[in-house]
């Protein structure tokens, strides 16, 4: 009964994390349109984003997929993978822009048969919502396909395009005087300090005569054993009895991080297929906004 009951809980409280967020997201953008149907129309088009990402997660074998919502700064879908290949991972981060390009499209030429304000706001959130998510900068979905598809295991490249996705997001939020976009830019720098600290862990590991080039499950009692000294060492704590469960956890978890495998590489076929896609979705909402633009004109 009390198995049935943490396991009830377990998968309740995601949702009311999903639908506080949900509701305070609501309340926001009422509070600053003013306007229930401007607040519908954005708010259907973010949960279809993150649907189809939540979908195809779930699909793939996911394990803890959860939703969240942040006001100002959009929604996105978070879960723990094993074993999926580039191909896959590609299909679920399109998954989110790009069914909602298609309903963009599909509203653009219903607008143009019928104009109608609500068509035309419509066409705008979904093409232009989607289409922005698909711009070659790291958190977006754009940024991480290409990651994914061309430089998952090479960590200088990943440094690269860390700070170049920094850089642009800083000037696109001066281009477009919206600083709240700003806030975006501590995603990549977060994930920067990660990478860092992780490769001093491997080198200092290789200095201590630890062989990495193993996978977690191929390692021993022993080994797990003297690594984890070796980690304490690294991290100058000399106490093993003042560490938490916690503690031990993230040992565990910074251990299986370091003995991971290499993602596979995508297949050149899969690196075209992807990126002729990811071009497609950038191409159409770039036509609708210059065809509305013209007719604005």
């Avoid at 803890?64 to 942040?70: A, G, H, K, N």
């Avoid at 509203?107 to 093409?127: R, S």
């Avoid at 984890?228 to 910074?254: C, G, P």
Wanted: aromatic fraction near 12%.
């Amino acid at each position: 009964m009390d198995a049935d009951k943490i396991s009830a809980d377990s998968i309740a409280r995601p949702w009311l994390k999903t639908l506080t967020g949900l509701l305070l997201y609501v309340l926001v953008y009422y509070a600053i349109f003013r306007e229930f149907r401007h607040v519908i129309l954005l708010i259907a088009v973010i949960v279809f984003h993150e649907c189809g990402h939540f979908l195809v997660m779930k699909a793939y074998g996911y394990k803890d997929v959860r939703m969240l919502f942040i006001p100002f700064l959009g929604a996105f879908v978070s879960g723990k993978s094993e074993g999926i290949s580039p191909a896959q991972k590609s299909i679920m981060i399109l998954a989110g822009p790009i069914p909602g390009i298609i309903v963009g499209v599909i509203l653009f030429f219903i607008y143009l048969a019928k104009p109608n304000p609500l068509l035309f706001e419509g066409t705008v959130l979904f093409l232009l919502l989607n289409g922005f998510n698909l711009l070659p900068v790291i958190p977006l979905d754009g940024g991480q396909l290409l990651q994914t598809l061309y430089f998952e295991n090479n960590v200088i490249v990943q440094i690269s395009f860390l700070l170049i996705s920094a850089l642009v997001v800083v000037l696109l939020s001066w281009f477009l005087h919206n600083y709240l976009l700003l806030v975006i830019v501590l995603i990549p720098i977060l994930r920067l300090r990660t990478l860092y600290s992780l490769q001093k862990l491997r080198r200092f590991m290789t200095r201590e005569g630890i062989n990495l080039n193993r996978a977690y499950e191929d390692l021993s009692h022993d080994q797990l054993e003297s690594i984890r000294k070796k980690m304490l060492k690294f991290y100058e704590e000399e106490d093993e009895e003042s560490l938490t469960e916690a503690d031990n956890q993230a040992i565990r978890n910074l251990t299986k991080t370091l003995f991971k495998a290499n993602t596979a590489e995508a297949t050149l076929r899969t690196k075209f297929f992807f990126t002729l896609i990811w071009c497609l979705g950038l191409i159409f909402p770039l036509i609708a906004l210059l065809y509305f633009v013209s007719v604005k004109q």
